[in-house]
T-cell receptor, first 115, second 114 residues
């Protein structure tokens, strides 16, 4: 069974800092890896999807990298802002017994950006 | 807005009640999912429907009963729940259930079982 771990569990930084969130997974036979943002009590918003053949994806101030062989992904946030405060989740889809999409999620990193 | 809506957004029910959660997607997708998010635990996949057929039941107790009448709608019928079932229930959809495809999530229903 795939296990997804996110470190750190919580992070508090002053506004303007660059920061890195980490995600590791135990089974490197993945199709892709997806980063989500979740605001308190809300659903998930997709941030970036990296296919297994890609090394990184960028969207605005966000950059996600993927190293399949080592089972790691990082989400880099440049010039952090208070509006970035949320919980960030990584998810890894894998083939289930019936060959359909099954996502394994990490527990998330709760980010607080202080003004 | 992700194109996936859920109602109600909040629900409080007693252990003997029967209620239903509703999910609707406006993306033309063919796969829909129910997830459970409990406090301090990772999201757990509950059910998967692909082209209206249930393809996954992740060992979910029978007090949770899903229904998918068409590709745009997904329901989760609840009866005789336990307090430990209190959680955020999230619905998601994707083009179909192939692993490479991106999932889009609704805002969730916050369920409290008294």
């Amino acid at each position: 069974k795939q296990e997804v771990t996110q470190i750190p569990a919580a992070l508090s930084v002053p506004e303007g800092e660059n920061l890195v969130l980490n995600c590791s997974f135990t089974d490197s036979a993945i199709y892709n890896l997806q980063w989500f943002r979740q605001d308190p009590g809300k659903g998930l918003t997709s941030l970036l999807l990296i296919q297994s053949s890609q090394r990184e994806q960028t969207s605005g101030r966000l950059n996600a990298s993927l190293d399949k062989s080592s089972g790691r992904s990082t989400l880099y946030i440049a010039a952090s802002q208070p509006g970035d405060s949320a919980t960030y989740l990584c998810a890894v889809p894998t083939q289930s017994l019936y060959n359909f999409n099954k996502f394994y999620f990490g527990s998330g990193t709760k980010l607080n950006v202080k003004p | 807005e992700t194109g996936v809506t859920q109602t109600p957004r909040h629900l409080v029910m007693g252990m003997t009640n029967k209620k239903s959660l509703k999910c609707e997607q406006h993306l033309g997708h063919n796969a829909m999912y129910w997830y459970k998010q409990s406090a301090k635990k990772p999201l757990e996949l509950m059910f998967v429907y692909n082209f209206k057929e249930q393809t996954e039941n992740n060992s979910v107790p029978s007090r949770f009963s899903p229904e998918c009448p068409n590709s745009s709608h997904l329901f989760l019928h609840l009866h005789t729940l336990q307090p430990e079932d209190s959680a955020l229930y999230l619905c998601a959809s994707s083009q179909d259930a192939r692993p490479r495809l991106e999932q889009f999530f609704g805002p969730g229903t916050r369920l409290t079982v008294l």
